[in-house]
């Protein structure tokens, strides 16, 4: 009896240590999940774990690893803001427990009917604080497809679906218009994600990197251009544009459109960066005739540019100036002729030293008209002494802003969300 407990006894050891040798074979990494709005691979340690790490691989973009943080709970869990899931993803946790490694994989696919997803999402910020986005269909995307749009601007923030969307001729969603966006920050990165759903099948999403808020906003045209001459220049002036964000004006970029009326041949526009006066001087020799000047602004680093502003016109138009100097040219010469009979009648030797010639006056004033006659018919730009450098012709105007309806100082209207969008911002990386 005492041999069978014996042999009982020690069958419970060997059961107890195979179990423990077990145990310490089995993966300490439980839980492995992903949340793929957040971008969030999280897990739970069933023991005490001396080290772990946590990779994700994308198709055309490298691996990425960092180590992963701790909730409250106890769960780990490590974050991928810039990982780009619709294609597919692998991720893998690597920890250290007792001395052992280990290594759990978690394959994420995105299913779904391929070529139904929505595809180049593009979005631009306008008006301080309101935001437009547009994709296009998908070409395979079944006729009764539905898409929604998702948008958040940190790993906590709330998720915002669109309200207004905007369909195309067939009623499919293909625009997005967000009314209120609240204070920017230039820490602003915003995330967006496009996903459908259809009675017949499953759709696919589509996401994108996080976009830095100021690479979106599209400015307002500049306002108050105004063009003042001085005796050598013309100066172009002009107010910089309201920003969504805290930047300095010396982030704008400046283009200057400055065309002669009339001209078949155009210039090229001129472009200006880092501007802290917001003037442009054009040397009054380089216009000839009347000439329209119109601008537009963006960020220096950035390729979404503004509406023009509305053309102002300055300079004056070469016939109007013909006419003057001919009309300056003949008053003049009146002036001359009546100064000169004048001090021939004061003077007393008049007669002694001209003496009276038949036809004298008439001779001088056919001769007058005369070279009249031939300055008129001539066409060549006027003499210099005809024209008064010290005259300043001034243009002055006070520009609305071209690309939006609302005006300059006040809240700006939100537009229709159900007309076309204003232009495309850039096409977001996927």
């Known amino acids: 009896m005492v041999v069978l407990l014996d042999f009982v006894s020690l069958l419970v050891l060997l059961n107890s240590a195979r179990s ?10 439980v839980n492995l ?22 990779t994700i691989a994308t198709p055309l973009d490298p691996d990425t690893s960092q180590e992963p943080q701790v909730r409250n709970n106890d769960t780990y869990f490590c974050w991928f803001p810039n990982a780009v899931l619709h294609r597919g993803a692998t991720l893998t946790v690597n920890a250290t427990s007792e001395g052992q490694e280990f290594s759990e994989e978690l394959a994420f696919n995105n299913s779904g009917k391929e070529g139904s997803g929505a595809q180049n999402l593009s979005c631009v910020i306008y008006n301080i604080r309101l935001m437009n986005c547009s994709w296009t269909r998908g070409p395979a995307a079944p006729a009764d497809v539905r898409y929604q749009l998702y948008m958040w601007t940190s790993l906590h923030g709330n998720v915002s679906e669109c309200s207004h969307y905007i369909l195309d001729s067939a009623g499919t969603r293909v625009g ?5 966006l609240g204070e920017g920050h230039t820490t602003d990165d915003y995330f967006f994600l496009v996903n459908g759903t259809s009675s017949g099948t499953d759709i696919p999403f589509l996401d994108f990197r996080s976009v830095n808020g100021p690479r979106l906003e599209k400015y307002n045209p500049p306002a108050n251009l105004t063009v003042k001459e001085n005796v050598s220049h013309y100066v172009i002036r ?33 472009f200006l960066s880092r501007q802290h006066k917001n003037e442009y001087r054009l040397p009054s020799s380089d216009v000839r005739g009347e000439h329209t000047v119109r601008m537009r602004v963006r960020h220096v680093l950035f390729q979404i540019w503004s509406e023009w502003s509305s053309t102002h016109r300055f300079g004056v138009p070469e016939k109007n100036f013909l006419v003057a100097s001919i009309g300056l040219a003949v008053g003049a010469a009146v002036l001359f002729g009546m100064a000169l009979m004048f001090l021939c009648k004061r003077l007393s030797l008049k007669k002694k030293l001209f003496p009276p010639i038949p036809r004298v006056k008439q001779e001088l004033a056919g001769s007058f008209l005369a070279s009249l006659e031939e300055t008129a018919s001539c066409g060549g730009p006027p003499p210099s002494a005809s024209q008064d450098p010290e005259d300043i012709f001034i243009v002055e105007e006070t520009l ?23 232009s495309r911002g850039p096409l977001l990386n996927h």
């Open 400 to 422: 609305l802003l071209a690309s939006e309806p609302a005006k300059t100082g006040g809240p700006a209207p939100a537009p229709n969300p159900y007309v076309n969008i204003p």
């Open 20 to 29: 423990t040798v077990l145990g310490e074979k089995e993966s300490p990494i």
């Open 176 to 180: 997005c218009h967000f009314d209120e």
């Open 238 to 270: 002009w107010d910089a544009p309201a920003m969504r964000y805290s930047l300095s004006n010396s982030v704008l970029c400046y283009a200057l459109d400055i065309q002669k009326t009339g001209s078949f041949s155009k210039r090229e526009p001129v």
């Open 33 to 54: 999940t992903l949340d793929p709005r957040k971008r969030i691979l999280s897990w739970n340690s069933r023991r005490i774990v001396t080290q772990q790490t946590c």
